[in-house]
């Protein structure tokens, strides 16, 4: 090995050792989550939160099924798609414009697909009798993510926007006939 690549690596060790990174720690529980994401008020950082809290919750919903328990797998699911309401209200409170801000919209649209996909995937392996529940919440992922994809790209080629002029009022015959004669 050459002094260059000696150098090289040694910088490379030593940028890596004084870059501060945020890696999910053995400390940050799903509790731990849960009461950082209520806590953040900026939808931004609320949505790039839940990516994080999100991923435990799954872990949870995948421990519980695996023990049979699937009364938790239900209720964390549930919880996860408060979240998500949560999260999209706090984005489109802090930028209303989701489309010259996506910052945000599409980090939870992106992890909103992966809780479709679990739910999905939950409802395959639980029994007939907790399926209801989840049949609900997967309803409401999939029109928080259509909302969202509305949000992220309001204009949409085919489709006829929505008429923001006021309907203008048809004069009665009446008057029509009363203009008509004054002429």
């Known amino acids: 090995m050459g002094t260059a690549a000696r150098a090289l690596g040694l910088s490379l060790c030593f940028c890596l050792t004084l870059a501060p990174a945020r890696v999910a720690t053995p400390t940050d ?7 950082r994401f209520d806590d953040e008020q900026d939808g931004v950082n ?15 919903e995948r421990e519980a099924s695996k023990a049979g328990d699937y009364e ?20 489109k409170k802090s930028h209303p414009d989701a489309e010259r801000h996506p910052s ?18 939950l409802m395959s392996t639980v029994p007939e009798e907790y399926r209801p529940p989840l049949q609900i919440v997967k309803a409401d992922l999939i029109a928080i993510d259509r909302e969202m994809l509305h949000l992220l790209f309001p204009r949409r080629p ?15 015959p009446a008057e029509e006939n009363k203009h008509e004669n004054n002429f």
């Open 72 to 91: 938790t797998a239900d209720f964390v699911m549930e919880k996860y798609r408060d979240n998500v309401r949560a999260a999209l209200e706090a984005l």
């Open 29 to 35: 529980t799903l509790e731990e989550l849960q009461r």
């Open 46 to 60: 609320k949505a790039k939160l839940l990516h994080r809290l999100g991923d435990a919750q799954f872990d949870r």
């Open 158 to 172: 085919g489709e006829k926007p929505a008429s923001t002029k006021p309907a203008v009022a048809a004069t009665p």
């Open 104 to 121: 945000g919209y599409k980090q939870l649209e992106i992890h909103l697909e992966s809780g479709i996909r679990e739910v999905t995937d």
